[in-house]
């Protein structure tokens, strides 16, 4: 169940900061500022799960919504930002072990997870094309 949560607030926060920064118009800065605010706030306090795990959503949220700073270039859609997301949730699931004392490590995280992202794009040829046919030039 902690794992799912982790999984899940990992996409909540970088979809969260995606949305804001470009649906809302507000710039990435303010996206990702506006859901670590609201990670702080809320996954702590919620009533029905443990504080210390509230804390860890808070965390894990943190690290999506600084993922979600990426540019629309290199996630042109939402559906990308879940994948986005949820790879931040697995970073942070395996990296569980390794949080405290560690400074620097949400960010390195939150940008391993885009390069992951951007890399698997590019092996599977997702969202790119041939440069000859962005040019207008038939095969």
Request: proline residues 3%; positive net charge.
């Amino acid at each position: 169940m902690e794992n799912f949560a982790m999984l899940l607030a990992g996409i909540i926060g970088a979809v969260g900061a995606y949305w804001i920064s470009l649906h809302l118009n507000k710039g990435a800065t303010m996206g990702a500022a506006l859901m670590v605010l609201l990670s702080g706030l809320i996954f702590p306090n919620i009533p029905f799960i443990d504080p210390a795990l509230g804390a860890t959503l808070a965390v894990v949220s943190t690290t999506g919504a600084y993922a979600g700073m990426i540019s629309k270039k290199n996630a042109p859609n939402i559906i990308e930002m879940v994948i986005v997301g949820a790879i931040v949730g697995l970073i942070s699931i395996l990296a569980a072990a390794a949080y405290a004392g560690v400074g620097g490590k949400l960010g390195t995280m939150a940008a391993i997870s885009c390069l992951l992202w951007l890399g698997i794009k590019k092996v599977l040829k997702v969202g790119y094309k041939e440069k000859s046919l962005e040019k207008g030039v038939s095969q």
